[in-house]
């Protein structure tokens, strides 16, 4: 079973840069599709970004243009490079991952959070205005 450490989150202004990482522990983390949601106060848990097997990527509207995701297999890492912060980006980060077919390994990430099996603990992002 993989585990998911997040970490990188903290206080910034708008307009700021930040990076997140997520560890993964345990040996099958390649067959995963990963994911970052987050969830802010009173609102239900969205999805960020993902990204398959074979590195295809997904975006949330809200931040095409503004967020990558990566992975490197080999660190077991994925990480999410958040440029031009806004206060709406204000949540708590969560990595996940989708277990992913090899026959599948070139499908978009879902974005429905039920379709992820395993999570981080989460980080705190919070964007000041």
């Known amino acids: 079973q993989v585990q998911l450490v997040e970490s990188g989150g903290g206080l910034v202004q708008a307009g700021d840069s930040l990076s997140l990482s997520c560890a993964a522990s345990g040996r099958t983390f390649a067959v995963y599709c990963m994911g970052w949601f987050r969830q802010a106060p009173g609102r239900e848990r969205e999805f960020v970004a993902g990204i398959s097997r074979a590195s295809t990527t997904e975006y949330a509207d809200s931040v095409k243009g503004r967020f990558t995701i990566s992975r490197d297999n080999a660190k077991n890492m994925v990480y999410l490079q958040m440029i031009g912060l806004k206060p709406e980006d204000t949540a708590v980060y969560y990595c996940?991952?989708?277990?992913?077919?090899?026959?599948?390994?070139?499908?978009?990430?879902?974005?429905?959070?039920?379709?992820?099996?395993?999570w981080g603990q989460g980080t705190q992002v919070t964007v000041s205005s």
């Open positions: 996940a991952g989708d277990p992913q077919a090899y026959s599948e390994r070139d499908r978009p990430p879902r974005k429905e959070p039920s379709a992820y099996d395993i």
